[in-house]
């Protein structure tokens, strides 16, 4: 566990990771992962290049994008 890794980097990654995380679900009727078995994912970020401002403020740039495309998509 690192706790220098910033918890933006963790929701794009966990989002980039989406099929793999329901590929590794478990269950027939309603397949579930626990939090475990999330935190066995291994995370290789150089932080010293991820803590530039210019790539958080990218993330969250695309970020916003994304939910104004979702909701003009309605």
């Known amino acids: ?3 220098d890794i910033p918890q ?3 929701y794009y990654f966990l989002k980039n990771k ?3 995380i329901l590929n590794d679900a478990l269950g027939a009727a ?3 992962i626990s939090p475990k078995e ?3 994912y291994e995370i290789n970020i150089d932080l010293d290049i991820f803590n530039s401002s210019l790539v958080l ?4 740039e ?3 994008d ?3 495309q979702k909701h003009q998509s309605r």
């Open 18 to 20: 989406t099929n793999q």
């Open 62 to 64: 695309f970020k916003g």
């Open 30 to 32: 309603q397949p579930n």
């Open 57 to 60: 403020e990218k993330m969250d």
């Open 1 to 3: 566990k690192r706790d």
């Open 8 to 10: 933006t980097f963790i």
């Open 66 to 68: 994304t939910k104004e």
């Open 38 to 40: 999330i935190a066995n």
